[in-house]
């Protein structure tokens, strides 16, 4: 199915809009204002790191249940829903008087952001034809980097000119003003190979989410695609001490991190066109590679540029899994549920990255240093890819479409 270009360009620039808005959710964006959250509210580092843990696992499981709208309701009014809500995360940041406010708002924005926004996004850029959803995806996730490069620098401007409250009811406005606005008018012009329209027979038999659970294949699969959340979290949370044990300062060590997007937008792109040739299935299983070289090279070699190289490999990792993952959920499972599919997944990310920085700390606490930490990450990974190797990543129908075939048969 030959797909207009224009259709493929604006549903890329929904899906791009939608990835970049999710930045108002993330990690590294609500991190930029903790020094003055503290502040304000007299709270300590692990004050603050347990509010927006309890946040993030609310926010973790109300997305399995929200996510999964996407595939019952209209574009539209999903769309509308969750600009709304984050814009109103975002004003809510800007009220906040308690701790207990604090975990609404770290809430709100997680679910909306982090959660939500990107999900919208990645979602419909992979419900174009299989010819062109690799490309879409890879093309629609830049959303992701872009965030990472253009609202720190702009966010902590904006902080030190008008204020940090000040600054959540700006972004606020610009969700609803720009963003919001324009995903609607982007909407009009998308016209997807929607679940409806689908004549092929994965689509045709799609698996639901309870099915999806019940397949001993995505608990062999499931390993594999939720560790780089838990250990790349960890990483960067803990990245200060890591630095340290590997005798660079912080400056030095986190300047790597212009690697970390560089890459991940590159190999991105690249992975994209390279799932429309091949597939998400073939390509996923190696997508760990590069994060497990990464930490193998930061145990066993200390140089100027380990930063960047270390960087660039857990980017490329990031890069390669978000089209490839992408496919290989709708390769399995088909597109009927994949919203609820997806919302599954996402959520069991999310936990992931509550449950790495924690695992870490513990770990470090109890006296285990970081070269091992890193060599335990890396057999683990090897582990996890070997059990992916291993696991059948073609389609077959759901176990009620095979009852009916083999019913069929008999009669």
Request: with cysteine.
């Amino acid at each position: 199915m030959k797909l207009p270009e224009k259709t493929l360009a604006t549903t890329v620039v929904f899906g791009f809009l939608m990835t970049l808005s999710s930045g108002f959710g993330q990690t590294f964006f609500i991190s930029l204002f903790n020094p003055q959250l503290r502040q304000t509210f007299a709270l300590s580092h692990g004050d603050i790191g347990g509010l927006y843990f309890l946040g993030t696992l609310l926010s973790a499981v109300t997305v399995i249940w929200l996510g999964k709208l996407i595939d019952h309701l209209s574009l539209r009014l999903y769309t509308g829903l969750v600009t709304i809500g984050l814009a109103i995360a975002c004003f809510s940041m800007s009220v906040v008087n308690s701790a207990l406010t604090l975990i609404l708002s770290f809430f709100l924005l997680r679910l909306f952001g982090q959660g939500l926004s990107g999900h919208t996004g990645v979602t419909t850029a992979s419900r174009v034809a299989a010819g062109y959803r690799g490309r879409c995806v890879s093309l629609s996730s830049l959303g992701f980097s872009t965030a990472e490069i253009v609202l720190p620098l702009t966010t902590l401007l904006l902080i030190s000119h008008v204020g940090w409250r000040q600054t959540w009811q700006f972004y606020a406005f610009i969700e609803i003003l720009l963003i919001a606005c324009v995903a609607q008018l982007l909407i009009g012009k998308i016209e997807l190979k929607n679940k409806k329209s689908v004549s092929t027979d994965i689509d045709n038999h799609s698996w639901n989410r309870l099915q999806v659970i019940r397949d001993k294949r995505f608990w062999q699969i499931a390993p594999a695609l939720f560790t780089p959340p838990i250990i790349s979290t960890a990483l960067f949370f803990h990245q200060q001490s890591l630095a340290s044990s590997k005798g660079y300062t912080l400056t030095q060590w986190a300047a790597g991190i212009a690697a970390y997007s560089m890459a991940a937008v590159l190999t991105s792109l690249t992975t994209g066109v390279l799932v429309d040739r091949f597939s998400g299935a073939k390509l996923v299983r190696l997508y760990l590679l590069p994060f497990t070289l990464a930490v193998g090279i930061a145990v066993w070699f200390t140089f100027p540029g380990l930063p960047l190289v270390y960087y660039a490999l857990v980017g490329a990792t990031v890069g390669i899994g978000t089209p490839s993952v992408s496919a290989l959920w709708l390769e399995l499972y088909g597109a009927s549920h994949i919203g609820a599919i997806r919302a599954l997944t996402h959520a069991c990310m999310v936990f992931g990255t509550a449950l790495g920085p924690a695992l870490f700390g513990y770990l470090l606490d109890a006296g285990v240093n970081w070269d091992n930490l890193l060599i335990g990450s890396a057999v683990w990974m090897v582990a996890v890819t070997v059990l992916l190797m291993r696991t059948d990543l073609t389609y077959i129908p759901p176990p009620s479409v095979e009852k009916q075939n083999a019913a069929s048969i008999n009669s």
